[in-house]
């Protein structure tokens, strides 16, 4: 059985860092690779970052119903395979999903039982010390990324669970723990529960009549 596991932060919230450090520790995890219209930025690696494609096989792809979600960003658009979970299932694996609450909120509505977590900056001054430092982004982007921040923070509350990322060691803990603990509670349903149970009730019947 696979879980779907959502991680959305803003931009600069130290999400890809969690993500890379989480995916390091743990062979038991498969990344979604988004597919983006946009051009790739500082060292990103075509199909280790995101699968760049033009705008007009993006919308062709959404038109073949290619992509379990998709939303537009800043002009541009990204979005899931549907084969990535696919793979995963085929796997034995759990699935990490790097998206944003736009399209956090589309895929929950078609996997209820996936696993959301926020990731949240200590604040904004931190924050836009963060994005500053990447000395990637224009004035101009970076005063459009604190503005989509301030959006996207308030959509908090719809997540399962929220990390603020002040420490980068103490974070990853938190995430790797997340993981863990959403196992643990899937496997209480599994097939290896039931012959514990069994054994139980084999030489306790009167107290499993009833249930």
């Given at each position: 059985?696979?879980t779907?596991?959502?991680?959305s932060?803003?931009?600069g ?12 520790g743990?062979a038991g995890?498969r ?13 990103e ?6 699968v760049?494609?033009s705008r007009?096989?993006?919308?062709r792809?959404?038109d073949?119903?290619?992509f ?7 002009g541009?658009f990204?979005?899931t395979?549907r084969?990535v979970?696919?793979?995963a ?5 759990d699935?990490?999903l790097?998206?944003d ?5 589309q895929?929950k509505?078609?996997i209820?039982?996936a696993?959301t977590i926020?990731?949240l900056?200590?604040s ?5 010390q963060?994005l ?7 004035e101009?982007v ?8 301030a959006?996207e923070?308030?959509?908090y509350?719809?997540?399962d669970?929220v990390?603020?990322?002040h420490r ?5 803990t938190t995430l790797a723990a997340?993981?863990?603990a959403?196992?643990?509670?899937r496997?209480?349903?599994?097939d290896?529960?039931?012959?514990i149970?069994?054994?139980?009730e084999n030489?306790h ?7």
């Amino acid at each position: 059985m696979t879980t779907v596991f959502i991680i959305s932060a803003p931009s600069g919230s130290g999400k890809s860092t969690l993500v890379a450090r989480l995916l390091a520790g743990d062979a038991g995890l498969r990344f979604s690779v988004s597919y983006t219209t946009r051009r790739p930025r500082g060292n990103e690696k075509p199909g280790e970052s995101y699968v760049y494609i033009s705008r007009e096989e993006f919308l062709r792809r959404i038109d073949g119903n290619e992509f379990l979600e998709h939303a537009e960003v800043f002009g541009n658009f990204y979005g899931t395979n549907r084969e990535v979970l696919e793979q995963a299932q085929s796997e034995g694996k759990d699935l990490i999903l790097d998206i944003d609450v736009q399209g956090a909120r589309q895929l929950k509505e078609r996997i209820p039982e996936a696993v959301t977590i926020f990731i949240l900056p200590p604040s904004r001054d931190i924050l836009e010390q963060r994005l500053r430092s990447r000395s990637e982004d224009a004035e101009e982007v970076i005063q459009r990324r604190l503005k989509e921040a301030a959006e996207e923070i308030r959509n908090y509350r719809q997540y399962d669970y929220v990390i603020v990322n002040h420490r980068v060691e103490e974070s990853s803990t938190t995430l790797a723990a997340i993981i863990k603990a959403e196992r643990v509670r899937r496997l209480r349903m599994e097939d290896r529960i039931r012959p514990i149970l069994k054994s139980f009730e084999n030489r306790h019947p009167s107290l499993f009549s009833n249930k």
